[in-house]
């Protein structure tokens, strides 16, 4: 993993857990409020998982981390190429951006 070292608080979070998913909003789709809170809210009730969440809406970023989930990690760009060529993640949820 030394070639991950910029991503290092990524890599912290993910030793930290058995297995992760990765859930991302790109450009096109953003969540409501409601949906993203009930997203996060799920996310508090699996255990041994980790979920990194990638949102760029700045009001959803700033909610979301005064949850104090320990379980996520919420950013605003997530480096999915190289997240996904780690063992532990296990799954990706994604909004499927079209052409």
């Known amino acids: ?10 890599i912290d979070f993910i ?5 992760v998913v990765l859930i991302s909003f790109g450009t096109t ?6 949906q ?3 997203l996060l809210e799920a996310t508090r ?10 949102i760029e809406n700045e009001k959803l970023l700033k909610d979301a981390s005064a949850l104090g989930l320990t ?3 919420i950013k605003s760009y997530v480096p999915q190429k190289e997240l996904l060529a780690l063992s532990k993640v296990k799954l990706i949820v994604t909004h499927c ?3």
């Open 71 to 73: 379980n996520t990690l």
């Open 45 to 54: 009730k699996v255990d041994y998982t980790g979920f990194i969440v990638s």
């Open 15 to 19: 030793e930290k857990w058995e297995n």
């Open 29 to 34: 789709y953003q969540p409501t409020h409601s």
């Open 1 to 10: 993993m030394e070639g991950f070292q910029k991503f290092k608080d990524y």
């Open 36 to 38: 993203f809170m009930n």
């Open 97 to 99: 951006e079209g052409p």
